[in-house]
């Protein structure tokens, strides 16, 4: 059972279109993520944030802009984007409970995005 | 230099047996997190297990284990009796330090096909 929700699971979009993807958790955590899953390449971090706000951002180019109103949600605002974008997008989220926890990751279902 | 190795980009293994998927990793930190996740075809990263760097036992759940060597830096995730659902892809992941929220540093993945 996942506790990791994520909508639209897929989306096509052009690179003039302004468009969102929306992550929800129901754990109860106080940490969320976006990571970027393009083919034959490793996971890449986007963004962290933690308990609302952004703690980490790996140089994502600025067509991608995060946007956290609470702990459980987390959005993905997507404008101009290029065909190389397209990939996987996953959202996660954490709940560190302090030392000796293991802070393990739970993750959502993802949004298969292409842009044309 | 990569954080996670995954030296086998694909494995096949008969149903029923077991099967061993290699992880490496490399961190200047004594308190770190490794953890491995299954993604089938649908997209969603699963939690599988997961070892601390102080942890004495190899963790184990249910049919996977991990043989967890400090020394060597190695963290193989072993999947004992394989089912035809197994077949996914395997990701190794390291939590570097003992704060919390951290961001996971991915492998590229092991490809596993189960044969019946």
């Known amino acids: 059972e996942t506790g990791v929700t994520q909508t639209p699971r897929h989306l096509v979009m052009g690179m003039t279109n302004k468009k969102s993807l929306k992550c929800e958790q129901h754990l109860g955590h106080n940490a969320m993520y976006w990571y970027k899953q393009s083919a034959k390449k490793p996971l890449e971090l986007m963004f962290v944030?933690?308990?609302?706000?952004?703690?980490e951002n790996n140089s994502v180019p600025s067509r991608f802009s995060p946007e956290c109103p609470n702990s459980s949600h987390l959005f993905l605002h997507l404008h101009t984007l290029q065909p190389e974008d397209s990939a996987l997008y996953l959202c996660?989220?954490?709940?560190?409970?302090?030392?000796?926890?293991?802070?393990?990751?739970?993750f959502g279902p993802g949004t298969r995005l292409t842009v044309l | 230099a990569q954080k996670i190795t995954q030296t086998q980009p694909g494995m096949f293994v008969q149903e029923k047996e077991a099967v061993t998927l290699d992880c490496t990793y490399d961190t200047s930190d004594q308190s770190y997190g490794l953890f491995w996740y299954k993604q089938p075809s649908s997209g969603e990263m699963i939690f599988l297990i997961y070892?601390?760097?102080?942890?004495?036992q190899n963790a184990t759940e249910g049919r996977y284990s991990l043989n967890f060597q400090k020394a060597r830096k190695s963290a193989n995730l072993v999947i004992s009796a394989s089912q035809l659902g197994d077949s996914a892809m395997y990701f190794c992941?390291?939590?570097?330090?003992?704060?919390?929220?951290?961001?996971?540093?991915f492998g590229k993945g092991t490809r596993l096909s189960v044969i019946a």
């Open positions: 996660a989220s954490s709940g560190y409970a302090g030392l000796g926890d293991t802070d393990t990751q739970y």
């Open positions: 070892q601390g760097s102080y942890d004495e």
């Open positions: 992941a390291m939590r570097e330090g003992n704060l919390g929220n951290t961001p996971l540093v």
């Open positions: 944030y933690n308990f609302k706000e952004q703690t």
